[in-house]
């Protein structure tokens, strides 16, 4: 079955790097996604990785992914009090006609200190 | 181009009631998901229609249904409501399978 962890909190000073962790179960995932929610609001997709990919990088945001050990990461460079928010780790499996199964990680809320 | 939208923002019911959400898609998108968030949890997947079609659907009772549109927006209904019914309530549109956009959600509230 599909199951995603995260850690729930982390803390970071303002122009620090961020490191967000997530553990997914499925080895058939095919998509893996990062998503970040401000307060009130919906899930805004940041990045996401296919999942024979090791690495992406855009801008200020590092994806990395470890197949073997199903353990995707997100690096934040040079962290701003804006990046403070949910942040969802996400793995999406295809399944028969054209329906992809999206399970989310219960969210890790990065807390930037000014 | 308009995002996705859901109405209402907020929405109170009393136990037992019915409730009706509903979602209209950013242009161009033919597969809508819907999801149900738990304060403090991740979205948990609930059904997701393509083409007027529901061709997937997660762990939710029957009395959780849903409709798309010819124009792709779509209704989420929930009959008989429970107090754990209490929930943000989001609606993603996308086309093909990879990039979901969220809209801002509906939150219920079941007394």
């Known amino acids: ?114 | 181009e308009t995002g996705v939208t859901q109405s209402p923002t907020h929405l109170i019911k009393t136990r037992g009631q019915q409730v009706t959400l509903r979602c209209s898609s950013q242009s161009g998108h033919n597969t809508v998901s819907w999801y149900q968030q738990a304060l403090g949890q991740g979205p948990q997947f609930i059904f997701q229609y393509y083409r007027e079609e529901e061709n997937g659907r997660g762990n939710f009772p029957p009395r959780f249904s849903g409709l798309q549109f010819p124009n792709y927006s779509s209704e989420l209904n929930v009959n008989a409501l429970e107090l754990d019914d209490s929930a943000l309530y989001l609606c993603a549109s996308s086309s093909g399978l990879l990039e979901q956009y969220f809209g801002p959600g509906t939150r219920l509230t079941v007394t």
């Not at chain 1, 609001?41 to 990785?49: D, E, F, P």
Request: charged share 20%; hydrophobic share 30%; with cysteine.
């Open chain 1, 1 to 114: 079955g599909e199951d995603v962890e995260q850690s729930l909190f982390l803390s970071v000073r303002e122009g620090d790097s961020s490191v967000i962790n997530c553990t997914y179960t499925d080895s058939s995932s095919t998509y893996l996604y990062w998503y970040k929610q401000e307060p009130g609001a919906g899930l805004q997709l940041l990045t996401y990785i296919f999942s024979n990919m090791d690495m992406k990088q855009d801008q200020r945001l590092t994806v990395l992914l470890n197949k073997k050990d199903k353990h995707l990461s997100l690096r934040i460079a040079d962290t701003q009090t804006g990046d403070s928010a949910i942040y969802f780790c996400a793995e999406s499996i295809q399944l028969g006609g054209g329906y992809q199964k999206v399970t989310f990680g219960t969210g890790t809320k990065l807390q930037v200190i000014p």
